[in-house]
C-alpha cells in the first residue's frame, strides 16, 4: 500500500547515524541527560501507536520494542501490512502485493532506536531542545551531515517517557509516530519478532 511505501523511505530518508565520537554524558544539557538515560532504560516495551504523514495518512496499531535490535508494527484491521525487524534486517510486508522488502537494520534509521547503547552526543548533533505541550523534544542531525535530515524525540515532561517521535528528510517530508498506553517489560512470544510470511508456515530466520 501506498502508506508503507512512505515509512520504508521514511525510514531511509536520514542516513544511519555513525558510530559515536567520545563525548562525556556530564557535558550534555540535563533534559538531554536525562532523554539518553529514559531511551537507554527502555528495553521492552509495548505500546499503541498511531502513524501519520505529510502526505495525510494516518494509521494506528501497536508498536513492540525488544532492544537491543528488535521492534515491530503491527497495523490494525482490516490492514495486514507488518513491520519487524529481528535483529539484523527490518522487514516490511505489503499484504495488497503479499511480498517482503526489507534491508539491514544498520542502513536505516531504526538503528538509533535498537542500539543496545543510545548516546544523544558524537556524531549526533543536538540542534534543539524545547519545551510545549507537556513534552520535552529534542532535535538531533548527524554532525558531518545536517542536512540529510532530521529526528526529533518527544519524551514526557515530567517522567521522560517516550511519547513519539517525527522524521523529517532532506525534502521536507514528515513522518510522526506517537506512542500511547505504553507497558514496559510485557512477556513476548518467541516468534514475535522474526519475520514469517503470512503465505508461508516457516519464518526466515529459523
Known sequence: MRFLVILMMALSAISP???????STEALPKDVQRAEMALNNLKQAQADFVMTTSEGYSLGGTFYLNR?????FDFNPPVEDFIVADGRF?????????EQSNAPIGTTLADFLLRDDIRLSGDIAV????KAADL?????????????G???????EESYALKKWRVIDSLGNITE????????NPQFTS??????????TQGYNE
Open 90 to 98: 527490518i522487514y516490511f510486508y505489503d499484504a495488497d502485493l503479499g
Open 127 to 130: 540542534t534543539r531542545v524545547m
Open 136 to 148: 520535552v523534544q529534542i532535535t538531533l542531525t548527524q554532525r558531518d551531515d545536517p542536512g540529510a
Open 191 to 200: 516468534d514475535l519478532f522474526y519475520y514469517v510470511d503470512p503465505n508461508k
Open 177 to 184: 509516530v506517537a506512542l500511547n498506553n505504553m507497558v514496559q
Open 17 to 23: 547515524f555513525s558510530a559515536y565520537a567520545a563525548q
Open 68 to 72: 537491543p535490535g528488535k521492534l515491530r
Open 150 to 156: 532530521q529526528l526529533i524525540l518527544g519524551f514526557d
